[in-house]
């Protein structure tokens, strides 16, 4: 009867595992958003998670004292276990099916750590092609985790990659 009943509890510890799981990660969404992150009366288009890199780069300041410098990001994007997409230089998004947006930034704040790049509200000031992203006017990154950099620039033109995830909101008015 204890070989019978082992793999049910064991279904039920791991069952109860993914619920409190589920539900941290739920409760860690919704928490309030910054109000200039907030985009009232936006409906969701799209959602994908983002993960990839923040790439750095080691450039003279104006002083010509070497320091690093943000120079692009490079994602790829995930929904429902697939990749629909990437996130690049611009800072632009691309779908698998050819809809393709560039964003400016309007408001940012801080991430959870000093290590997480901030969350971001960007507004799009460009469209490609027809698509699931046709209709996006509005970008939100939440949920950031990794991404900053610091650390010793000795050499002007040097690169570093730093990973970084991210939550991509796409809205539309």
């Known amino acids: 009867m204890k070989n019978r009943l082992m793999p049910v509890a064991l279904y039920i ?6 619920l ?3 539900a ?6 919704a928490a309030p958003l910054p109000d200039g992150i907030r985009a009232d009366g936006a ?6 998670h983002a993960v990839g890199l923040q790439i750095y780069e080691c450039k003279a300041d104006d002083a010509g004292k070497a320091a690093w410098q943000f120079r692009e990001p490079l994602a790829t994007l995930i929904s429902e276990d697939k990749t629909v997409g990437r996130h690049f230089a611009g800072p632009g998004w691309e779908f698998a099916d050819g809809s393709r947006i560039k964003g400016k ?13 901030p969350v971001l509200r960007l507004d799009v000031v460009q469209h490609d092609g027809n698509g699931d992203l046709s209709s996006v006017d509005t970008v939100q990154r939440l949920n950031t985790k990794g991404g900053i950099f610091t650390g010793p620039c000795d050499k002007v033109g040097e690169m570093h990659s730093e990973p970084y995830s991210a939550d991509y909101v796409f809205l539309a008015h």
């Open 105 to 117: 930034v309007i408001a940012q704040a801080p991430g959870a750590s000093d290590k997480d790049i």
């Open 20 to 22: 409190l799981t589920l």
């Open 43 to 48: 409906r969701i288009v799209w959602q994908a």
């Open 24 to 29: 941290s990660a739920v409760g860690a969404t």
């Open 13 to 18: 510890i791991m069952a109860s595992i993914a």
